[in-house]
Structures are given as C-alpha cells and as structure tokens.
C-alpha cells in the first residue's frame, strides 16, 4: 500500500511559478516510479510527467518540456514537481501517482496503482 498526499497548488498568474509537493508514506517509495497527472474541467486526466525510481530517468509531455521539472528525494519520500513560465491552460487538479510495477515510467493513467486527493492548480491570465 501506498498513500500520497499532495500540497504547493495554489493560484498563480500566468508567467509565475509554483512547486508541487508529493509526500509517500507505506511502501518505500525508492521502489516504484512515480508521475504527475492534471485534469482541467470537462476534460480527461493527462499525463505531465514520471520519473523512474531513482530519479535519473525523467519524461514529459511535450507540453510542459522546458517548462516543468520532475525530482524526487527518496530520503524524504516525496515527490516534486517544479512549474515555471506557468499558463492559463496549466489550470487543472494536479495528482501524483505511484506505479508499483518494476518498469519503465508510463504516460498512462491506467498503469499506475495509487494516486493522491489532488491539489488545485489556477493560472490567471
């Protein structure tokens, strides 16, 4: 068993920056790969970004490719998610997700196993 709790959304204007926080408790969290998922209003979850159980190897949705960055400290058991340059279409519920089986990090929402309660990301304009 895994649980995640997310913290750091808030309300931002567009160009500004914020850092989302993913705390893991259970499971030791150096053994699974983790991701960042959003979901605006109206539309389907999506992924941001993962990052492979060691933190070495990152992935991005190209939308968030040089803007967003994915680190984790698995010392403290959490997750980070950097957001900078940040957009009104950033806007969303922001989850973390933990992916208990030995694999390459995945874009799909189906193939993790645990998410978080979310936290509100709103960018104005």
């Known amino acids: 068993q895994v649980h995640l709790v997310e913290s750091g959304g808030g309300l931002v204007q567009a160009g500004g920056s914020l850092r989302l926080s993913c705390a893991a408790s259970?499971?030791?969290?150096?053994?699974?790969?983790m991701g960042w998922f959003r979901q605006a209003p109206g539309k389907e979850r999506e992924f941001v970004a993962a990052?492979?159980?060691?933190?070495?190897?990152?992935y991005y949705s190209d939308f968030v490719k040089g803007r967003f960055t994915i680190s984790r400290d698995n010392a403290e058991n959490t997750m980070y998610l950097q957001m900078n340059t940040l957009k009104p279409e950033d806007t969303g519920v922001y989850y973390c997700?933990?992916?208990?089986?030995?694999?390459?990090?995945?874009?799909?929402?189906?193939?993790?196993?645990?998410w978080g309660q979310g936290t509100q990301v709103t960018v104005s304009a």
């Open positions: 990052i492979n159980w060691s933190g070495v190897r990152t």
């Open positions: 259970g499971r030791t969290s150096s053994s699974y790969a």
């Open positions: 997700a933990a992916d208990v089986t030995p694999r390459v990090p995945t874009s799909r929402t189906s193939e993790y196993d645990y």
